[in-house]
């Protein structure tokens, strides 16, 4: 049974995570021509395309981390804890679950 008190947030998330597979798609098609610029340039500039493909590499890292938890999220959405601190059991403030759905603690319990 769905928690009806969440469930714009599954809108919400499913929304983040298209958003997110469509970067990802894109960023697909800048490591390809990064590649391709690297036969044509000589070695200075191509360390430049290799730190910059490091740095969109480590980019792409973030959103691929982003998005399993996004989906973690989705699923614990069904669950009856969803929304309750992992650690002390409080329930977490909805506002906060609003700005970040994976969010797991209470405000208190982040600070720790
Ligand atoms: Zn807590």
């Known amino acids: 049974m769905e928690n009806s ?22 960023s697909k098609d800048t490591s390809k021509i990064v590649e391709l610029d690297q036969q044509l340039i000589g070695r200075l500039s191509r360390m430049d395309s ?7 590499k480590a980019n792409i890292g973030r959103r691929i981390q982003k998005k399993s938890q996004l989906i973690e999220a989705l699923a614990r959405l069904k669950e009856a804890d969803f929304g309750f601190c992992i650690d002390c059991g409080e329930e977490i403030d909805i506002r906060r679950i609003r700005i970040n759905p994976i969010v797991r603690k209470c405000f208190s319990c982040m600070q720790d």
Not at 5 to 24: G, N, P, Q, R
């Open 5 to 26: 008190k969440y469930i714009d947030l599954k809108e919400m998330i499913l929304k983040e995570l298209s958003v997110l597979e469509d970067s990802l798609d894109g």
């Open 50 to 56: 290799i730190r910059d493909k490091e740095m969109t």
